[in-house]
């Protein structure tokens, strides 16, 4: 039996093909950073029931790690292995959104859909971290799929409440999806055609409440976290309008392509016909869900950290780009001129390509990899390394890239808040009288960027400086005594 491959199909490959090889380009270009290596040693814990229990109490939840686990025992945890991860679950976001545009319209909004994620600098730059954000749009674009098929068969309850679980499992933001399906059914229920739901209220409240006892002990502890946060001590800073625009420009690549993919949302908003297509919801329907998937998962999170702790960041709220995406991609489908029509498809993959290959070009981790290869390389026995981040002292630099056991370790002295001692003069006078007795003193400056003047200063009068190196967000200094 010979297969057949139509034009979609052929299409699609080569998406996908595309979306696949930006992923792995580079992808062991940059060193780990904080947040990876606390990937890589919670996941290398033994103990299954310990990485629950340490992942329980924080807003990245045990799912992932539990994938990174296995992972990482057959393919090790080098920064390609460890990343690799990220990049098949971003490779199957890209076949999952062509699934749920097409099922949402047809399979060109389909194709479309997956272009735009396949060429994306927001999703690939995720897709190429040892961290959880290519799981959480994977699920919560599967949440959506077993979602309509909830509502238009009734069927999936089971896959639904799995989906969903472990989605709020991975992170937190997977509870904003529930809240837009949700409002969606609620409103619908109450205010529109009821004869669209093939679920009744009852089956519904019964599938909500058995998600919400499965994450209760997350949820209970978000709840506290929220209320009880000191905003000063959170790393998100408060979010200003600004940060929407920010937001919608990480999800488009560069404002032109913004723009662009506004003009095709509005499109597709004033110009949609009422068909349907697999799922039993009107054309209206299916854009309120759309609207609602693309802006609670923005507002609600905005809203918070007004009040509360800051929660607005774009990547925890990346689940909207793709209703951003299908909204685009719908709205390129339903042009009638082809000319006019693939015009816009070659503007969007020219700009996606060029805001890929400058985000390549750029260094965004500090390079801890390069710091702790130059001081293996040139310090001597007795050298002593001070450091103004203890954090990252312990899970990066010692715990994965530096090995020598000939030199001396220290912390910044004194007390700070923060995991990072930013250099004064108070603090830096003592970190003079430490280092008396050794004679080559290497300091690294993290997140401290600008306020080495006071590091030289303070030293210049007993050592000189033997080097001076920048590594993206770190500063490495070499100093020696005078003779």
């Known amino acids: 039996m010979k297969l057949k491959f139509n034009k979609t199909i052929l299409t ?31 996941a290398g814990l033994k103990n299954i029931f310990l990485i629950i229990l340490i992942r329980y109490k924080s807003f990245h939840p045990p799912f992932y790690y539990l994938l990174l686990r296995n992972w990482i025992n057959i393919f090790g945890s080098s920064e390609f292995s460890a990343r690799f991860l990220s990049v098949i679950l971003g490779f199957f976001v890209i076949i999952m959104i062509y699934k749920v545009g097409s099922y949402f319209f047809d399979k060109e909004t389909g194709i479309f ?26 699920l919560g674009l599967i949440s959506m799929y077993f979602f309509v098929k909830l509502l238009s068969e009734s069927k999936h309850g089971k896959s639904y409440i799995i989906t969903n679980t472990l ?8 509870l904003l999806v529930i809240l837009v399906q949700n409002i969606y059914f609620l409103t619908v229920l109450l205010f529109g055609k009821k004869k669209t739901l093939k679920i009744n209220l009852k089956r519904w409240v019964l599938s909500q409440a058995v998600i919400t006892i499965l994450c209760a002990p997350l949820i209970r502890y978000w709840i ?22 920010k937001t919608f420009i990480d999800y488009s690549g560069s404002f032109p392509v913004l723009l662009l993919f506004l003009l095709l949302v509005g499109f597709s908003l004033v110009k949609y ?38 929660l607005y960041t774009s990547k925890y709220i990346m689940v909207a780009s793709l209703a951003f995406y299908i909204l685009a991609a719908k709205g390129m489908s339903i042009i009638k001129n082809n000319k006019l029509k693939y015009t816009i498809v070659s503007i969007i993959i020219i700009f996606s390509m060029i805001s890929v290959v400058k985000q390549r070009g750029r260094i965004d981790k500090p390079q801890w990899r390069e710091v702790s290869n130059y001081i293996t390389e040139n310090a001597k026995p007795g050298d002593l390394l001070m450091f103004n981040d203890s954090i990252s002292k312990k899970e990066i630099f010692n715990d994965y890239y530096f090995k020598r056991t000939d030199v001396e370790e220290k912390i910044f002295p004194g007390k700070s808040n923060a995991p990072y001692m930013l250099p004064t003069y108070e603090n830096v006078k003592k970190l003079f009288e430490s280092v008396k007795g050794h004679n080559r003193v290497w300091i690294i400056l993290s997140h401290a960027l600008d306020r080495n003047k006071v590091i030289k200063k303070t030293f210049k009068e007993s050592y000189n ?4 190196g920048r590594y993206n967000s770190l500063e490495l200094f070499l100093f020696e005594k005078n003779e």
């Open 12 to 42: 699609l490959l080569g998406i996908l093909s595309l979306g696949l090889l930006l992923r792995i380009y580079g992808l062991n270009k940059e060193s780990f950073w904080l947040d990876e290596c606390v990937s890589i040693r919670i």
């Open 273 to 310: 016909k009422d068909t349907k297509p697999k799922m039993n919801l009107s054309g209206g329907s299916r854009y309120y869900l759309l609207l609602l998937w693309l802006l609670v998962p923005i507002v609600v999170p905005f809203a918070i950290s007004q009040v509360s702790a800051p």
């Open 224 to 245: 506290v976290y929220l209320l009880n946060i000191q905003k000063s001590l959170f790393w998100i800073p408060q979010p200003s309008p600004t940060s929407l625009m």
């Open 167 to 174: 989605l709020v499992y991975t992170h937190h933001s997977g």
């Open 113 to 138: 859909a997956s272009l735009i994620l396949a060429l994306s600098r927001f999703h690939i730059y995720y897709s190429q971290e040892a961290r959880m954000y290519s799981l959480m749009p994977l």
């Open 465 to 468: 400086i033997v080097y001076y």
